[in-house]
């Protein structure tokens, strides 16, 4: 219930206004029953963030049935912004919530990235060596932070360049497999 709440709460009103009173009195509890659920706000807005990510891996995977790399690639993105258009207050909880000092992530949000990573990884396996997972790694790590970069444009409704979305996209697209061939 307190993830719902929460999750009902970033969808209304953003990141921003999320807080434990209003999760607690959305539930009908007292603040102290949030904290025998999760050790604090960061342990709930994370728990809530991961399955934000699980939900757009279930999204994406349409794209993973395409037969050529660019399409795959392209697909990811065009349905990753669908995701993020469909669901912006979430999605900026994912991109914007402040972690306090000295948290470290769980192994079940790890694991939720890890996931979207592993469909560019799949998309892309045979451009690297079976030896060169470090760098394929790398590579789309700086994909993930690019196509993320581009939305966050994208959203703000400003252009760079000149460019839409679509062409940005198929600009990274392009320079990505240009670097790769």
């Given amino acids: 219930m307190a993830l719902e709440s929460a999750r009902a ?8 206004r999320l807080s434990g009173r209003k ?12 904290y025998q659920l999760f050790d604090s706000m960061d342990d709930l807005v994370e728990r809530m963030n991961a399955e934000t990510l699980s939900d757009l891996y279930d999204f994406c995977l349409e794209g993973a049935e395409r037969d050529q790399v660019s399409e795959k690639l392209r697909a990811f993105g065009l349905l990753f912004t669908e995701f993020v258009n469909e669901r912006p207050n979430e999605w900026d909880a ?21 996931r979207l990573f592993g469909l560019m990884k799949d998309a892309t396996r045979h451009l690297y060596a079976e030896d ?16 993320t970069g581009i939305l966050g444009v994208a959203r703000s409704e400003r252009q760079v360049g000149g460019l839409s979305l679509d062409q940005m996209l198929d600009q990274l697209i392009r320079l990505y497999l240009d670097a790769r061939s």
């Fill in 23 to 34: 999760v607690t009195s959305r539930m009908g509890y007292t603040i102290g029953t949030l």
């Fill in 94 to 114: 994912v991109m914007t919530y402040q972690y306090r000092d000295g948290h470290k992530a769980s192994e079940a949000y790890n694991t939720e990235i890890f």
């Fill in 132 to 147: 060169d997972n470090a760098r394929h790694s790398a590579d789309m790590a700086v994909l993930w932070a690019s196509l």
């Fill in 9 to 16: 709460i970033v969808v209304k009103d953003g990141i921003f």
